[in-house]
């Protein structure tokens, strides 16, 4: 167990839905980040917050957004989803925001299926 | 940009020692991290390397040759439960993210 908690484990959905995913970090950890994780994609980056503020986007659709809140939790909301969204969201959270010994550690994820 | 290249799948026996590869280029490096990843649960941490040389914990070491762009996983004493996914991925200076190679999946048989 990492101490990262994700829910919900599983969310199925229609396309053209909404969803919000929620992401708590371990204890003392001040960075959460948001991975994609589909069968022909691997693990991507989507974004990364440290502290209540936006550090980092990678390949975030503008369909989606996220945001992090001064309890440190963060959500990630997907909109007008499509069938190419099914996949695992994965969050994970450091203690900085970057850094030469920052390990990042993994929540259980949510594996969200679009119908 | 970012490439990080990982032999798609490899098969060992128990009790044996496995090597597992992985190239990477990037245009500012900051580290570079091993992570396994058993089939729809999330990647654990594994190990870190960010200076040349050896990093050894347990039954899994890892190398790093920042010149070469290459590091391997070496896992030695495999057991059966060691099949998984081994993802290799890099931390560059101006990103502050993991980009993460499409993984390893690793096979051991009895």
């Known amino acids: 167990d990492s101490g990262v908690t994700q829910t919900p484990k599983h969310l199925i959905t229609a396309t053209g839905q909404r969803v919000t995913l929620r992401c708590s970090p371990r204890s003392g950890d001040l960075s959460v980040y948001w991975y994609q994780q589909s069968l022909d994609q691997g693990l991507q980056f989507l974004i990364q917050?440290?502290?209540?503020?936006?550090?980092a986007k990678g390949n975030i659709l503008e369909r989606f957004s996220a945001q992090q809140f001064p309890d440190l939790h963060s959500e990630l909301n997907l909109s007008s989803l499509e069938l190419g969204d099914s996949a695992l969201y994965f969050c994970a959270s450091s203690k900085r925001t970057s850094g030469r010994t920052d390990t990042q550690y993994f929540g259980p994820g949510t594996r969200l299926t679009v119908l | 940009g970012q490439n990080i290249d990982q032999p798609t799948e490899m098969t060992a026996t128990e009790g044996a020692i496995v090597q597992i590869n992985c190239t990477y280029q990037t245009s500012g490096f900051n580290g570079l991290f091993w992570y396994q990843q058993h089939a729809g649960e999330a990647p654990t941490f594994l190990s870190y390397?960010?200076?040349?040389g050896l990093e050894e914990k347990g039954r899994f070491s890892s190398f790093l040759s920042r010149s070469k762009g290459y590091s391997y996983l070496l896992l030695k004493e495999l057991q059966m439960k060691d099949s998984a996914s081994y993802l290799c991925a890099v931390l560059d200076t101006g990103r502050r993210a993991l980009t993460f190679g499409s993984g390893t999946r690793l096979q051991v048989q009895p």
């Open positions: 390397n960010v200076l040349d």
């Open positions: 917050y440290y502290n209540g503020e936006e550090r």
